[in-house]
């Protein structure tokens, strides 16, 4: 069995902690996990992105391992993930390995054979993998052993249907608590509301585990959403403005979207890539790696692309569409900002969104009724969360079930938008809706209503008689993107609803009745202005941003700057020749450190923060080398 970096036979957690990876302190509640991990207990982890996760299941690995229990099997969803990982774990020193189809039946066989001689701690599959004959008799032979730890199941919202990313065959995980009772488990995930998490429990029978739930806020990321006009002009603004030259996401809905943009962004001298589902894999693993690899670069992709993607200077994530649920959104939006450092969330979003996404459920020939039912509640919530007027952070958190005070760092916070009464647009609207079908007999559209409220008589008005009507005109007062934000705000208020099913038209709900009535009043957000001035007055207010890089420069005086130069461009070297992304040699923070501290002996060097002992031994006096380059 290969030698951990570690000094105790039997090594507590925290000194795997400290020896292994170079911490010396836990984060929030890493250390009960931990603990209750190693010592057999089953677990349900809820933890933000950027929150440590990986750890809670690598240290007892580590732990459990060293007291004779066997190897660790992670599954995991993606080939690319567990590339990194392994390759971090083993850059610290620990005995971990993948099974995946990337390998060779002749690599596959020989670590086989190193599992059953207990040569690794860690093993991570994907879950396809984990089911297969050929992968359960392997299991077996090692719980005849006594060798197999802990079953550590990441990405684990994958089990449930009411998830952002269903996958099917998670659900044939529950055969490892059937088959392997006593061998304990822990299900592991960034994003679950209530409805996933009970899903989550009863597919992968946790029913009796310990469930940890940390606090699902990430304060460094800066929420902005905003209405539609001209998304790509809108993108490229808020790119060229805010995050010149940084590394960030764009989602997009559709393939041809997204190399579209990418196409735009390259254009504008923006280092962009497109990613989706329909290019070669070989294609997408290279443009993945060289998203992971090099400094500022921006992906645009579909939901494709990001599950398991462990960059830690990502600075923005931008949404070209709004995606189906609040879950999906902040599981995207999470993958800025990992690094601790400020980071953007900004999204566009308009009415035809609202639309596109009613359309997809409710015109599924495979979704159940139930089913249909709840994503169309998880639509309605991103719809109310997108046009709401409150703190972005304290509607996020609250959809999770977690109570917040206003964070003074989302568009809401920093720019509180105007409400106006709406009450009479909104009866107009509704009275028109209303008068339409009866007069009719069948629903309209969006565009058909609101030409009618503005007196616009098209052919269609003229041609059903809808010029006759009393509604008429009655809304000449607001132009049209004013009636659509109206559109769009009663439609999340639960005053009607598309039907994707009768080709979009709009149907009242029952709630309006009080409207129509004059029983309710109806406050709305203001649309925002799209003059120039009011573009001007958004600008300049970006320009004055600092950016993550800025503030981190501003805090190191000039020598440590020149240091950390050096420090990056010897870590490039070291990252290229292992086939490695750099974050995985040391971490931006570890860098920081050294370049500010400068250390010039090994037992200074140790002290740093992501300093583990293998990696002191292994970069130690390279590093010390580094950074005494220039020292007079």
Known sequence: MSSLPISSSQPTPLDVLGQVFGYSDFRGPQQAIVEHVVQGGDALVLMPTGGGKSLCYQIPAIVRQQAGHGVTIVISPLIALMHDQVGALTEAGVPAAFLNSTQTYEESSALEKQLLRNELTLLYAAPERINTPRMRGLLASLHERGLLSLFAIDEAHCVSQWGHDFRPEYRSLSLLHETFPDVPRMALTATADHLTRQDMIERLKLEDARQFVSSFDRPNIRYTIVEKTDATRQLLRFVQTEHHGEAGIVYCQSRKRVEEIAGMLEDAGIKAMAYHAGLDAKLRQQRQDRFLREDGMVMVATIA???????????????LDMPKNIEGYYQETGRAGRDGLPADAWMVYGLQDVVNQRRMIDTSEVASEEFKAVMRG??????????????????????FGEASEPCGNCDNCLTPPAVWDATEAARKMLSCIYRVQQASGISFGAGHIMDILRGKPTEKVV???????STFGIGADLAEPQWRGVLRQLIASNLLRVNAEAFNTLQLLPDARGVLKGEVSVLLRQQAASTKAERTRRGSKSAVKTSAKGMVEATLNAGALERLGRLKAWRAEVAKEHNLPAFVIFHDATLRAIAEQAPQTLQALSGISGMGVKKLAAYGAEVLRVCAQGSS
């Open 305 to 319: 692309f990001g599950m398991g993607i462990d960059k830690p200077d990502v600075r923005f994530v931008a949404h």
């Open 378 to 399: 998880k639509l309605d919530a991103l719809l109310t969360l997108a046009e709401g007027t409150r703190c972005r952070r304290v509607s996020l958190l609250g959809y």
């Open 463 to 469: 041609q059903y008689g809808h010029d006759q009507l």
